[in-house]
């Protein structure tokens, strides 16, 4: 039974002795039961502070007694002692979740500002006392940057392709994969160098890696952005030039589509996102809001990229392009896709196999990202 | 994370009307039909009938039209009908009427999130710190768009308040964690994680992230059994799926290059377990084992 509906029974006469009331079947410690009746009867009689002591003491006897606490709660609110009281309305929803004049309350007293309810000091683990002293130290170091805009401390560099998979692969037999690892290694060093940002690689050597495998690493790392180095080719020699590409819903052109809906189909564990009926998912909202964030932010630095090219390559600038890229949209940052040159034109071939091209290609990525 | 509101709902004759009359009610007038219009709507509300409930908060406002908590009820009411527009008229009309109430700015600023605008939900959240510097969620909000912007010691000083007002959300710890790792502190993020982990076992995004601690400090096994973890509560997990299959193939690399072949396969295969589209696994497997 129900401990509201035997109250209310009980004030509907259906119980008249006393003793019931004391029956162990009911699953009440006495004196907790007989303390939050004279709790609910000091409230009726507006001594709340009475009330408060009587209730303390039968939470105390009997703390999973949500009636209790709800009371406590009335209590608290007659004194306005709210902070207290919201104490003692989650209390009761926690132990009853279904007890929604205790959820009723909470809501309505919160609404607006309530006071705070001071805290019990626990002793340090060894961890904690740890993690002080980590936070002093660093914070000794980093300091506070206001305002939104994006902050980039790390980076992630992917070498497109590799061991099996060459890429695209020249008239001349320069390969994809190893101009990629090459630009990859060497943009590494030059961070490496400068020390501002912290770099990490998805592939050192000639192996292969999934795709999903290079965005875990960005992941691995907490970068704050994901650069995947690739060389453009075609099947007409003529097409040459630089361009640089980032994931959005709808993709930029029907060329972008095409290559988004290839990447895509190779991957399975995407988790659709099933809304639920009747509830609005904050958490939801905030990934969607990130996601959306990041790539506006792809965009930002897509151009940004695309603009160091045109100013340093000597190769034609094709511009930004978006599609939905599956390893683009795993990252959980913001994520761009290089695409310096066209292997399958002799002139741009003939560029990326000299040293002096690739540190220039180099430099504008990482002038890009200064 | 906890937002008031969503779940609300009262059996009527649970309902002290006395106390709802001094809460609920803005005005004398009708304060008998709208306070029962009010216990109506949240029971519909709680039992989850939508329409039902909102047809008595809207009859209740008409009544009593600058009863605030009708007006927020209305609001998160049209959020679950998917009624945006409607929700964020509610919540203005509230802000207008009470500049100190804090749950309308929220969700203010929660729908200007899910507009997409930023700056504007940023706005919000400042104003609920103003009015109340308690607001564990006005906090929670502010740090975390600053997590967003990957500024994380603006989110850490944020998230740090959010989690002093009410450390009861895995929510709060898990992104005040988040920010200590994007700041390289490694015990305060591992603290963090294991907070949100207190408060909610089966978050499987903490578990993911406390792997990788593990894993970039050279506690490899126990970065595997954090991953294992969270597929044992969701086999599907796709972070874990793929956070396993990288390690297993990379330990498989690895090995290979050091002359141990065996191990390798054992490592692709493992990867295959979990991941059986992985293509470098797939790829080796073929090419060297079975004797090859």
Redesign the interface.
């Known amino acids: 039974m129900d401990r509201?509906l035997f109250i209310?029974l009980l004030s509907q006469g259906a119980f008249v002795s006393y003793g019931l009331l004391k029956c162990p079947v009911l699953g009440w410690s006495e004196s907790a039961f007989d303390l939050a009746l004279e709790g609910q009867d000091l409230i009726q009689k507006k001594d709340f502070p009475k009330a408060i002591k009587a209730l303390q003491e039968a939470v105390r006897i009997d703390p999973k007694s949500d009636w209790a606490f709800g009371l406590l709660g009335?209590a608290h609110?007659g004194l306005d002692q709210k902070a207290e009281a919201v104490a003692a309305f989650r209390q009761a929803v926690r132990l009853n979740p279904s007890d929604?004049?205790s959820?009723?309350?909470?809501?309505?007293?919160?609404?607006?500002?309530?006071?705070?309810l001071a805290k019990k000091e626990k002793p340090l683990t060894d961890?904690?006392k740890?993690?002080i002293?980590?936070?002093e130290e660093?914070?000794k170091k980093?300091?506070?940057?206001?305002g939104?805009?994006?902050?980039?401390?790390r980076v992630v560099i992917d070498a497109g392709h590799g061991?099996?998979d060459p890429g695209a692969v020249g008239q001349k037999g320069l390969k994809e994969k190893e101009v990629t690892l090459d630009l990859a290694l060497k943009l590494h060093e030059r961070l490496a160098r400068e020390g501002k940002i912290k770099s990490f690689l998805t592939r050192t050597g000639d192996?292969?890696?999934?795709l999903?495998?290079r965005t875990?690493?960005a992941?691995?790392?907490?970068a704050?952005l994901f650069i995947s180095i690739h060389i453009n080719a075609n099947k007409n020699r003529q097409p040459s030039g630089s361009e640089t590409y980032f994931c959005s819903e709808k993709a930029s052109s029907a060329e972008a589509e095409k290559v988004a809906a290839l990447e895509n189909s190779?991957l399975?564990?995407?988790?659709s996102y099933k809304k639920k009926q009747?509830?609005?998912d904050?958490?939801e909202?905030?990934f969607?809001?990130?996601q959306?964030?990041?790539w506006s932010e792809s965009g930002e630095f897509a151009k940004a990229f695309q603009e160091r090219f045109k100013k340093r390559l000597p190769l034609k600038s094709r511009g930004v392009h978006s599609a939905n890229f599956y390893v683009l949209r795993r990252a959980k940052?913001p994520a761009i896709l290089l695409e310096t040159g066209f292997i399958s034109n002799p002139d741009d071939e003939a560029m990326l196999e000299q040293p002096a091209f690739r540190e220039k290609i180099v430099d504008a990525v990482a002038r890009g990202l200064a | 994370?906890r937002?008031?509101?969503?779940?609300?709902?009262?059996?009527g004759?649970?309902?002290?009307l006395a106390?709802m009359l001094f809460?609920?009610c803005s005005t004398v007038v009708a304060a008998a039909d709208v306070n029962e219009l009010i216990f109506q709507g949240?029971?519909y509300h709680?039992k989850?009938n939508?329409e039902k409930a909102v047809s008595s908060f809207e009859q209740a406002v008409k009544l009593d039209p600058e009863n605030?908590?009708a007006h927020?009820q209305l609001g998160?009411l049209y959020?679950?009908k998917d009624e945006f527009d409607k929700a964020f008229r509610e919540f203005l009309t509230v802000a207008d009427i009470?500049r100190?109430?804090?749950?309308?700015f929220l969700w203010l600023g929660?729908l200007n999130?899910?507009k997409?605008e930023?700056?504007q939900a940023?706005e919000m959240f400042n104003k609920i710190i103003q009015?109340?510097p308690?607001?564990a969620d006005g906090y929670y909000f502010l740090g975390?768009?600053?997590n967003?912007?990957?500024?994380?010691?603006?989110a850490i000083?944020y998230l740090k308040k959010a989690r002093n007002?009410d450390s009861g959300e895995a929510?709060t710890h898990f992104r005040l964690a988040?920010a200590f790792?994007?700041?390289?502190?490694?015990?305060?993020a591992?603290?963090e994680y294991?907070k949100t982990l207190e408060i909610k076992p089966s978050y499987t995004k903490a578990l993911n992230e406390i792997g990788?601690i593990y894993?970039?400090t050279g506690k490899k096994e126990a970065a595997i059994d954090q991953w294992k973890k969270t597929l044992k509560i969701n086999s599907?997990d796709?972070?874990a799926?793929?956070?396993l299959?990288?390690v297993y193939?990379d330990f498989a690399?690895d090995a290979f290059t050091s002359g141990g072949r065996k191990d390798a396969l054992k490592y692709w295969q493992k990867t295959l377990n979990i991941n059986p589209?992985?293509?470098?696994a797939k790829?080796y497997i073929e090419?060297y084992g079975s004797g090859k």
């Open positions: 509201r209310k009335r609110l929604t004049y959820r009723m309350m909470i809501e309505i007293t919160t609404q607006k500002p309530i006071p705070r961890l904690e740890e993690a002293h980590e936070e660093m914070l980093l300091h506070a940057e206001k939104l805009d994006y902050k980039v401390k061991g099996f192996y292969y890696i999934p999903s495998a875990v690493t992941n691995q790392f907490q704050d190779v399975k564990y995407d988790e009747g509830y609005i904050i958490e909202i905030l969607k809001f990130e959306n964030l990041n940052m | 994370m937002i008031r509101g969503q779940g609300s709902g009262i059996r004759e649970y309902i002290f106390i809460f609920c949240a029971d709680y989850g939508l605030e908590y927020n998160i959020g679950k009470d100190q109430n804090t749950f309308a929660i999130l899910r997409g930023m700056n940023f009015i109340d308690n607001s975390t768009i600053y967003f912007r990957r500024n994380p010691v603006m000083e007002a929510d988040k790792h994007n700041a390289d502190m490694i015990a305060n591992l603290l294991n990788w894993y970039n599907k796709s972070d799926v793929l956070n299959a990288k193939n690399w589209d992985n293509k470098a790829y090419k």
